[in-house]
Nanobody, 127 residues
Framework: QVQLVESGGGSVQAGGSLKLSCVASRSDYSAYFMAWFRQAPGKEREGVASIRTGGGRTYYADSVKGRFTISQDNAKTTLYLQMNSLKPEDTAMYYC????????????????????WGQGTQATVSS
């Protein structure tokens, strides 16, 4: 099985920044999309950002557009989420996800298209 391991979470003041990272346990698998999801207490899981592996096409939830940036390194070994201008409502457990599925019609921000998930990393934003 492919393990996805997130890091970079922590506690910051509103307006601050965090950069999350996600590394796969093996590099020889095909991930057509990778994404970040989050879930805050009392709220549903939300697709935050997604990237088409190798293509550079990115997708963002309206709530984070202009503040968050998803990217990969050139070797596609690590997924990043740069989070700027953080707000208390960004407080959540953030999960890395990858999809090796073909012919998926769901949105890149729809969790049903992803078949690999990380354990999560907590980001807390205080006012």
């Amino acid at each position: 099985q492919v393990q996805l391991v997130e890091s970079g979470g922590g506690s910051v003041q509103a307006g601050g920044s965090l950069k999350l990272s996600c590394v796969a346990s093996r590099s020889d698998y095909s991930a057509y999309f990778m994404a970040w999801f989050r879930q805050a207490p009392g709220k549903e899981r939300e697709g935050v950002a997604s990237i088409r592996t190798g293509g550079g096409r990115t997708y963002y939830a309206d709530s984070v557009k202009g503040r968050f940036t998803i990217s990969q390194d050139n070797a596609k070994t690590t997924l990043y989420l740069q989070m700027n201008s953080l707000k208390p409502e960004d407080t959540a457990m953030y999960y890395c996800a990858a999809s090796s599925l073909r012919g998926v019609l769901a949105s890149p921000l729809d969790g049903t298209r992803y078949n690999y998930w990380g354990q999560g990393t907590q980001a807390t934003v205080s006012s």
